[in-house]
């Protein structure tokens, strides 16, 4: 089992960015693939990006491809979003999210395919 959570969020202002953590508390998070996803108020979650067990795939959704990237380092049990160019659009509660086994295609877009959540943290980007 994992317990997820999320930091690295802030205020910012537009072009601005940051990079949020996601560690875990139980098993080792090298065992298992990583989601990252977003709410707005009044917006439904979305898909932000998603990294393999070795970070050897990854995915971005079309709004943060060139901006956002996901990383992660295995020594240290953590992996990473490095946010470039934030835009006041991307603010939002994100979340990181774990799957242990593989997936089909496309499914890491997929909220319901992780198994587990962390805790979300705020990034608000003023314009």
């Known amino acids: 089992q994992v317990q997820l959570v999320a930091t690295g969020g802030g205020l910012v202002q537009a072009g601005d960015s940051l990079r949020l953590s996601c560690g875990s508390a139980g098993d080792t998070l090298s065992a298992y693939w990583v989601g990252w996803f977003r709410q707005a108020p009044g917006k439904e979650r979305e898909f932000v990006a998603s990294i393999s067990w070795a970070g050897d795939m990854i995915y971005y959704a079309d709004s943060v491809k060139g901006r956002f990237t996901a990383s992660r380092d295995n020594e240290e049990d953590a992996a990473y979003l490095r946010m470039n160019n934030l835009k006041p659009d991307d603010t939002a509660v994100y979340s990181c999210?774990?799957?242990?086994?593989?997936?089909?295609?496309?499914?890491?877009?997929?909220?319901?395919?992780?198994?587990?959540w962390g805790q979300g943290t705020q990034v608000t980007v003023s314009s």
């Open positions: 999210a774990a799957r242990r086994n593989s997936m089909f295609a496309d499914e890491f877009k997929v909220a319901a395919v992780y198994d587990y």
